[in-house]
């Protein structure tokens, strides 16, 4: 069966942030097809008035909640978290989807693309790298930065065997 990924994007993310990114990820996983759903509206339920900052969790039920076969990615300009870190780039779940903000990613396409590359790979099934490799956890904005855009050549053989 064909495998589509579903990008669904806030109002804010503009054309020029997410230009080649279909392309990369047809490249990089294996999908046979990408959708884009533009200004799609944020639930207002996931938003937390006191840490001013979307709940990641809550944020990645409403996109699965939205798609009903392949993968689904959101994108959303606003800062995320999970309960236990300050913030997140984004999350993921293994075979359902990611969630990815581009809030600190310094409106810059590359970066985008290498944290939306990690949060997939986590939906590939691919756990964090200690080699130099684009699954090396960051904890901070610096460290991102740092590290290389690409699988190293451990998960990137296990991603060719992973099947969804
Ligand atoms: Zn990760
Ligand atoms: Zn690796």
């Given at each position: ?27 990089v ?88 590359t ?15 490799c ?12 740092l ?18």
């Amino acid at each position: 069966m064909p495998l589509c990924l579903k990008i669904m994007l806030d109002p804010d993310i503009s054309q020029t942030l997410i230009s080649g990114l279909d392309n990369h990820l047809m490249d990089v996983f294996p999908f046979d097809k990408v959708d884009v759903k533009k200004s799609v509206q944020l639930p207002s339920s996931c938003w937390n008035a006191n840490r001013r900052q979307y709940d990641a969790n809550c944020l990645l039920a409403f996109a699965s909640s939205h798609n009903s076969t392949g993968i689904v990615l959101l994108i959303i300009s606003k800062d995320t978290y999970v309960p236990e870190l300050n913030f997140v780039f984004g999350i993921a779940l293994t075979g359902v989807g990611a969630v990815v903000s581009v809030y600190r990613l310094e409106d810059d396409p590359e970066f985008l693309q290498k944290e939306i590359t990690h949060e997939l790979g986590h939906v590939f099934g691919l756990k964090h790298c200690s080699l130099p490799c684009v699954m090396t956890f960051s904890n901070s904005v610096w460290e991102a930065r740092l590290k290389t855009s690409i699988f190293c050549e451990k998960c990137w053989g296990q991603l060719e065997q992973e099947e969804l």
